[in-house]
């Protein structure tokens, strides 16, 4: 079976670092996706990772642990604006057309 | 990046009535669309995925005859939402691989429509 898990929620100060938690099970594994959604909006994507380890672009890093079934996305420098709901998305199998699963959504508040 | 235009972005419509929603790759030619259905506060249902030229896998639970896709082109899908319902209003989201894109590619979303039965 597929399961994404996810925080549903956070809270965090503007300024500061967070830490959103991802773990999956799943029948494949083709990478794992993070995207950022603002509300009534079609997501943005943030990174991907495949290989074990941390990828860094800007703010925003992401980790992967493919024998965990583990991945974090951290966000640096919090702004007020980096409040929406940020999705973790594994992509499956190949010959799945290579959809992704989506977890349920983390929704982050960033307070002054 | 690429470009997934969505159509169109707002719908409202009445109970057991027809919608239908088209998915448009403007700058790449896209074999697999996938459809995506997201209730309020919840996140991106797979619904199906749609393969240009031949009929769409629909995911567990999705009835195939109340939404019809079709992927007529390498640029063009369409869902149609048929003989709608209050349960059916959610925000449907396509999007769209580039043909032939590696894994590591992301997935290219619509702006979403948002689909009201009253």
């Known amino acids: 079976g597929q399961n994404i898990d996810q925080p549903t929620e956070m809270t965090a100060t503007e300024g500061a670092i967070v830490q959103i938690n991802c773990t999956y099970q799943t029948s494949g594994f083709n990478g794992l996706f993070w995207y950022q959604q603002h509300a009534g909006e079609a997501p943005t994507f943030l990174s991907y990772n495949v290989l074990d380890g941390l990828e860094e672009k800007g703010r925003f890093s992401s980790f992967l642990s493919r024998s965990k079934g583990y991945s974090y996305l951290l966000l640096k420098e919090l702004q007020m604006k980096d409040s929406a709901s940020y999705l973790c998305?594994?992509?499956?199998?190949?010959?799945?057309?290579?959809?992704?699963?989506f977890g349920q959504g983390t929704e982050l508040s960033v307070k002054p | 990046g690429a470009v997934v235009s969505q159509h169109p972005s707002r719908v409202i419509c009445k109970s057991g009535t027809s919608v239908k929603i088209e998915c448009r790759s403007l700058d790449f030619q896209a074999t697999t669309m996938f459809w995506y259905r997201q209730f309020p506060k919840q996140s991106l249902m797979l619904m199906a995925t749609s393969n240009e030229g031949s009929k769409a896998t629909y995911e567990q639970g999705v009835e195939k005859d109340k939404f019809l896709i079709n992927h007529a082109s390498l640029t063009l899908s369409t869902l149609t939402v048929t003989s709608a319902h209050p349960e059916d209003s959610s925000f449907y989201i396509c999007s769209a691989r580039e043909r032939d894109s590696p894994l590591n590619t992301e997935a290219f979303f619509g702006q979403g429509t948002r689909l009201t039965v009253v």
């Open positions: 998305a594994v992509r499956g199998l190949y010959n799945q057309g290579g959809k992704l699963i």
